[in-house]
């Protein structure tokens, strides 16, 4: 039953499961935690903050869980989970297009794996930043309620490839 303090909404969920701490990231430099959130087919495909959400997930439900994410907007990350799962450090403060040389020569990404992570535009170009959903973590508390877990961001790519569907919930 709703109460005052419930949000109604008609959302995108999608399910994807979570593959652990990224790696090679010293844990000073992830101060929250951060989980990779993993596509059904298993490649990394975003990023969860699980330092604020408490989950305390061992790597047996982590490995075997499908978890629900919404959509809540789109947006653009310089943060990379790589194919391999590790975390590529945040270039927020590199233009545009000199992020986009280093990264691309750093990690020498091959045509297919970018194609992963993003798009090319009317000229040919990969998109970056790369586009990602901005998403929440929810678990379900009824049929149509649920309650936030923790945000984290998918790649657009690997959200429009998911199994979506629409749905309408009560956010408690």
Not at 28 to 57: K, T, V, W, Y
Not at 59 to 75: C, Q, V, Y
Not at 83 to 111: C, H, I, N, W
Request: proline share 6%; net charge negative; hydrophobic share 40%.
């Amino acid at each position: 039953m709703p109460s005052a303090s419930t949000v109604f909404a008609s959302v995108q969920s999608a399910s994807f499961r979570l593959q652990g701490s990224v790696q090679g990231v010293e844990p000073s430099e992830r101060p929250f935690n951060d989980l990779c959130i993993a596509h059904p087919d298993g490649q990394p495909a975003g990023l969860l903050m699980a330092g604020d959400s408490g989950l305390g997930l061992g790597p047996e439900i982590i490995a075997k869980s499908k978890f629900e994410f919404i959509a809540l907007s789109t947006g653009a990350s310089r943060r990379f989970v790589l194919p391999d799962g590790r975390l590529k450090p945040d270039l927020s403060g590199v233009p545009s297009s000199d992020a986009r040389v280093q990264y691309q020569d750093y990690e020498r990404l091959s045509v297919e794996e970018l194609q992963k992570l993003t798009f090319r535009d009317s000229e040919g170009e990969f998109l970056f930043p790369i586009p990602v959903v901005n998403v929440m973590m929810v678990e379900r508390t009824g049929e149509n309620s649920v309650r936030r877990i923790s945000v984290g961001w998918i790649y657009l790519t690997f959200w429009i490839r998911a199994e979506r569907k629409f749905v309408t919930v009560f956010l408690e």
